[in-house]
T-cell receptor, first 109, second 115 residues
Framework: GIQVEQSPPDLILQEGANSTLRCNFS?????LQWFHQNPWGQLINLFYIPSGTKQNGRLSATTVATERYSLLYISSSQTTDSGVYFC???????????FGTGTRLKVLA | DVKVTQSSRYLVKRTGEKVFLECVQDMDHENMFWYRQDPGLGLRLIYFSYDVKMKEKGDIPEGYSVSREKKERFSLILESASTNQTSMYLCASSPSWRANSYEQYFGPGTRLTVT
């Protein structure tokens, strides 16, 4: 089955710094989602991005489906950005989503 | 905005009790999911439903059952709770995979402790 890997596994930043999180997948996909899991455990939708680039405030994401990766950019990080970031892809023609192992981000004040 | 709600944020139950976790979505989505999340193991799919009264087992269905009597509501049942079912339970919904976009939306989660 499809494998989804995220890097780095852990990241510590000073407030105001920028960062790039990466999601690699082993097979072609027709959609991809990025989530932020906040300290209370809820998974918040960030982007639904099968290809191309999207931006939402300080966050943006790029998926290059032909190269089998997606990047999440966080600019001017804030302490509220702390948490775990997951990417997820659906297996082709089925209901099942495969989640990456996540990147744990800590932003220090 | 899509809203997925779960009946409890925190729940403490005793071993052997029957436990019901409920999930409600307000976007008329066909698909609903139950996951559990444990440190080091990531999100694991317990059960999935693609329509009313329809269900399919996920990766770890043992010890769980589900019920979907109405489109907006998906219940997870622990018939006889055990300590190894202590976990974070996450419900999600999405449109049918036949739709142009089948973005998945999550509820706030239920932290279940079985003592």
């Amino acid at each position: 089955g499809i494998q989804v890997e995220q890097s780095p596994p852990d990241l510590i930043l000073q407030e105001g710094a920028n960062s790039t999180l990466r999601c690699n997948f082993s097979d072609s996909v027709n959609n991809l989602q990025w989530f932020h899991q906040n300290p209370w455990g809820q998974l918040i939708n960030l982007f639904y991005i099968p290809s191309g680039t999207k931006q939402n405030g300080r966050l943006s994401a790029t998926t290059v489906a032909t190269e089998r990766y997606s990047l999440l950019y966080i600019s001017s990080s804030q302490t509220t950005d702390s948490g775990v970031y997951f990417c997820a892809v659906p297996t082709s023609g089925t209901y099942k989503y495969i989640f990456g192992t996540g990147t744990r981000l800590k932003v220090l004040a | 905005d899509v809203k997925v709600t779960q009946s409890s944020r925190y729940l403490v139950k005793r071993t052997g009790e029957k436990v019901f976790l409920e999930c409600v979505q307000d976007m008329d989505h066909e698909n609903m999911f139950w996951y559990r999340q444990d440190p080091g193991l990531g999100l694991r799919l317990i059960y999935f439903s693609y329509d009313v009264k329809m269900k399919e087992k996920g990766d770890i269905p043992e010890g769980y059952s589900v019920s979907r009597e109405k489109k907006e509501r998906f219940s997870l049942i622990l018939e006889s709770a055990s300590t190894n079912q202590t976990s974070m339970y996450l419900c999600a919904s999405s449109p049918s995979w036949r739709a142009n976009s089948y973005e998945q939306y999550f509820g706030p989660g239920t932290r279940l402790t079985v003592t």
